[in-house]
């Protein structure tokens, strides 16, 4: 499917949360290329951080090529000269260029100016989608909010994705395959998968402490970070009467492929990798634990039930997100699984460990409804039409 008179684009893209916002911005970057044909010019400030999930990439280079798209190292001042083009998007509210705001009023066409706004599953974005407000000596600029509704900017999701990951989901033999190649050991189909990547909280060691004794064996999988961070000194003390020492730091001796075991519980190690691989992993699981907004959205097209740890704001107003978005999630669960899932994601992100293990228990009954509600979530989330293609339709339509 081709754009017609949007052939150059320019997303440009600061790093705040080392994946989260580039891992959007990549996504996007590749899907207008790949699927509409659009020349992409993506430019990053943290090229580092990039290429933990984009292994080709070279930090040092300036300028480089995947997938149709242009990956430019974003510095002050701009490596390379800035070359207007039919849209311009302003990821997450980052401040673009000297060079380009000085540019923007002095052009005969100013290319379409498009602040791309974080996910969000409030009722008030709706009401402000769209909207365009003059921002630069009469160019104006319009907002653009990703969400679930139909007059929300839409959700990103790649037009073959979910039928790739059906395929993958029918052979259990690509899950185990996939586990090896990334050097994980001693996997059955007969264990528990949980993906773990979150940001630090005390409700992780209640849920380890718990999962130690179940019936079924638990395989926990998270790469090295912050999660990690988080449950290493309690692995590490285990055997220790005193309890875990919290510091919140990854001992330099973890290392992808390592393991540990206690009791039911196996700990795994992962290493870092690609946006594919990671999609790949969350569908192998049976339970994912995700942060921040790109994990969080693809556990929910994973087809799998999930705890989202949102990324914690001033005065608790993350809290307001999170609700906005479990009521939604919800709204079509019956109300014990519902109130279940609400409790247990809600002691998570707070912290409550007492609370989270009582919640984990409770899920045994209500799993079966929260898988199928699982299943059917995606399709009824992207509401017919991607943020990709609402993307492109609002640069078309002027």
């Known amino acids: 499917m081709q754009a017609d008179n949007l052939r150059h684009w320019d997303i440009f893209c600061t790093v705040v949360d080392n994946y989260g916002d580039i891992g959007v911005t990549w996504r996007l970057a590749r899907q207008l290329a790949g699927e509409y044909g659009i020349e992409v010019r993506l430019w990053v400030d943290d090229l580092n951080s990039f290429a933990h999930i984009l292994p080709e990439l070279n930090p040092a280079l300036v300028s480089q090529h995947f997938g149709g798209v242009e990956v430019i190292h974003w510095r002050a001042p701009l ?42 599953a409030e009722s008030w974005i709706d009401d402000c989608h769209g909207l365009s407000s003059p921002a630069l000596k009469g160019v104006k600029k319009t907002f653009f909010f990703p969400g679930f509704t139909p007059k929300s900017g839409g959700l990103i999701c790649e037009q073959s994705l979910f039928s790739e990951r059906d395929a993958w989901q029918a052979t259990p033999e690509h899950a185990l395959a996939h586990f090896a190649k990334m050097g994980l050991s001693d996997i059955s189909t007969d264990d528990y998968l949980i993906s773990l990547f979150s940001y630090e909280t005390q409700a992780l060691h209640a849920l380890l402490e718990l999962w130690q004794q179940s019936e079924r064996r638990v395989q926990l999988l998270v790469p090295k970070g912050r999660s990690l961070g988080c449950i290493a000194p309690l692995l590490e003390q285990f055997n220790q009467d005193s309890g875990p020492k919290v510091d919140w730091q990854v001992p330099a001796s973890w290392q992808a492929g390592q393991s540990f075991s206690r009791g039911a519980l196996k700990v795994q190690v992962l290493p870092m990798t690609d946006q594919n691989g990671y999609d790949r992993l969350l569908w192998s699981c049976d339970f994912n634990i995700v942060r921040g907004e790109d994990s969080f959205l693809r556990a929910q097209w994973a087809g799998k039930p999930f705890i989202w740890h ?52 409770a899920l045994n009954s209500a799993m079966p409804t929260l898988i199928q509600h699982a299943k059917k979530w995606p399709a009824e989330a992207i509401n017919e039409a991607d943020l990709a293609n609402r993307l492109v339709l609002m640069a078309k339509t002027g």
């Open 79 to 120: 490596p390379l000269t800035w070359q207007p083009g039919e849209v311009l998007i302003e990821a997450f509210a980052c401040d673009l260029p000297s060079e380009v705001l000085t540019s923007l009023p002095e052009l005969a066409k100013a290319p379409k100016w498009i602040n791309l706004d974080y996910l969000s």
């Open 310 to 361: 949102i990324y914690q704001q001033e005065e608790q107003a993350h809290l307001l997100k999170l609700d906005a978005f479990m009521a939604r999630y919800c709204d079509n669960l019956p109300p014990l699984a519902a109130q279940t899932w609400r409790t247990l994601n809600t002691a998570f992100n707070c912290g409550q460990g007492d609370q989270a293990s009582q919640s984990w228990l």
